[in-house]
């Protein structure tokens, strides 16, 4: 069993900040990646940010400056500070795991941008 929990969306206001939060848990003996994606109605899912296990992080080019990906001195948690927010940032935010075996997904997070 392998258990992906996202937290901390809800509706922000344009220019303000919201901070997801992931926690992985179960049988995940190796973590390679954590990562952030997200997916509006109607389209597809793309990557948003993602951390390895040795610290390196990727950004799509629509968030470099505004978002920052973190993750515990454990590593079996990911952070995402979300700053500048923009009404286009509007979409359910997921996280993923991955790990030796494969990859792991959390339920969502809605994150709505609007005034």
């Known amino acids: 069993q392998v258990q992906v929990v996202e937290s901390g969306g809800g509706l922000v206001q344009p220019g303000g900040s919201l901070r997801l939060s992931c926690a992985a848990s179960?049988?995940?003996?190796?973590?390679?990646?954590m990562a952030w994606y997200r997916q509006a109605p109607g389209k597809q899912r793309e990557l948003v940010a993602a951390?390895?296990?040795?610290?390196?992080?990727d950004y799509a080019d629509s968030v470099k400056g505004r978002f920052t990906i973190s993750r515990s001195n454990r590593k079996n948690t990911v952070y995402l500070q979300m700053n500048s927010l923009k009404p286009e940032d509007t979409a359910v935010y997921y996280c993923n795991v991955a790990d030796d075996s494969g990859d792991y997904w959390g339920q969502g997070t809605q994150v709505t941008v609007s005034s």
């Open positions: 179960g049988s995940i003996f190796s973590i390679y990646a």
């Open positions: 951390i390895t296990t040795i610290g390196s992080t």
